[in-house]
């Protein structure tokens, strides 16, 4: 299974809330798991990834919350902006070694956030 | 640092033309490219990748007669749409990992919107 399921498919949060875009996956051989931002009519934008050997990341106002026994993870970004209102994906990237599937990586279906005042 | 670019980054053309866009890494050497094809709030679809100085490998369903890839160098690869349709006409995204470890992360270029007529 190359599947990552993501939700919601869409988010509006008030300025200064937390928006929180849950993750989930099935392949067991997915060892790495980056968040991608994309703004309209440009490529999508690294912002933060994690590997399952850790359960949290932070990065400023982002972070990844990592449960591997239940394959999912997902993205908080806290005091969330206007400027932050963008479509966010999720992925997963199998190890290198992996026949086939190899390093390739597998996105979500993408999470339109809209941030309010 | 890590910066692609895709060029032309919008072009309009006559059904039944060939398009080529480029993508290049600007400041770091790219082993392996990507080349994603993106719908209207549709996720990144993976059409191939491509090692510098080999064939590309294609996705299941995806025609490699119809979407030559060309990866002569370690800083460009080259996607060209033979023979357009209408149905081609989407969001091409290309991506580039670096030399070193397989693990290294993909960076984006910022698409090229192909519309046929």
């Known amino acids: 299974q190359q599947q990552v399921k993501q939700s919601p498919q869409s988010l509006i949060v008030q300025k200064g809330g937390i928006s929180i875009i849950n993750c989930a996956y099935e392949n067991t051989a997915f060892d790495y798991f980056p968040w991608y931002q994309q703004f309209p009519g440009k490529g999508p934008a690294l912002l933060i990834a994690?590997?399952?050997?850790?359960s949290e990341k932070k990065e400023g106002r982002f972070t990844i919350s990592f449960n591997k026994s239940a394959k999912q993870f997902s993205l908080h970004i806290m005091d969330s902006q206007p400027g932050d209102s963008a479509t966010y994906f999720c992925a997963a990237r199998s190890g290198a070694h992996i026949t086939g599937g190899g390093n390739k990586l597998t996105f979500g279906t993408g999470t339109q956030l809209k941030v309010e005042l | 640092g890590a910066v692609v670019s895709q060029h032309p980054s919008w072009v309009i053309c006559k059904s039944g033309t060939s398009v080529k866009i480029e993508c290049r890494s600007l400041?770091?050497?790219?082993?392996?490219m990507f080349w994603y094809r993106q719908f209207p709030k549709q996720s990144l679809m993976l059409m191939a990748t491509s090692n510098e100085g080999s064939k590309a490998t294609y996705e299941q369903g995806v025609e490699k007669d119809k979407f030559l890839i060309n990866h002569a160098s370690l800083t460009l690869s080259t996607l060209t749409v033979t023979s357009a349709h209408p149905e081609d006409s989407s969001f091409y995204i290309c991506?580039?990992?670096?030399?070193?470890?397989?693990?290294?992360?993909?960076?984006f270029g910022d698409g090229t919107r192909l519309s046929i007529l």
């Open positions: 994690i590997r399952p050997d850790v």
């Open positions: 991506s580039a990992r670096g030399q070193g470890t397989s693990n290294q992360p993909q960076h």
């Open positions: 400041d770091f050497q790219a082993t392996t």
